[in-house]
């Protein structure tokens, strides 16, 4: 069983940043592979950003792409989504996922193994 809290979401205006941590349980974590996803009201939940067990692979959603950066801390069991430039369309709620079967780097929602609660990010304009 892996348990996964995020944190760090939040308010901010268009422009702003915030980071998202999300710490995992288990003695294991640095062989998960681990994503951040999120979800606006009515909307599917669709992939942000992904990150290989090793830290060394990352794919990233197009919308995201040089403005939002994944990373991971295997010592400290914790990823991260820093998210720069943030715009209004942003808004969602944002989870953490990780995959406990050993791929290399997974992108697909149905794929993942574990979730967190969710981390709300609002975006004002």
């Known amino acids: 069983q892996v348990q996964l809290v995020e944190s760090g979401g939040g308010m901010v205006q268009a422009g702003g940043s915030l980071r998202l941590s999300c710490a995992a349980s288990g003695r294991t974590f640095s062989r998960y592979a681990m994503g951040w996803f999120r979800q606006a009201p009515g909307k599917e939940r669709n992939l942000v950003a992904a990150?290989?067990?090793?830290?060394?692979?990352?794919d990233y959603a197009d919308s995201v792409k040089g403005r939002f950066t994944i990373s991971r801390d295997n010592a400290k069991n914790t990823v991260y989504l820093q998210m720069n430039s943030l715009k209004p369309e942003d808004t969602a709620v944002y989870y953490c996922a990780a995959d406990v079967s050993s791929s290399p780097i997974v992108t697909a929602v149905g794929e993942y193994d574990y979730w967190g609660q969710g981390t709300q990010v609002t975006v004002s304009s």
């Open positions: 990150i290989s067990w090793s830290g060394l692979r990352t």
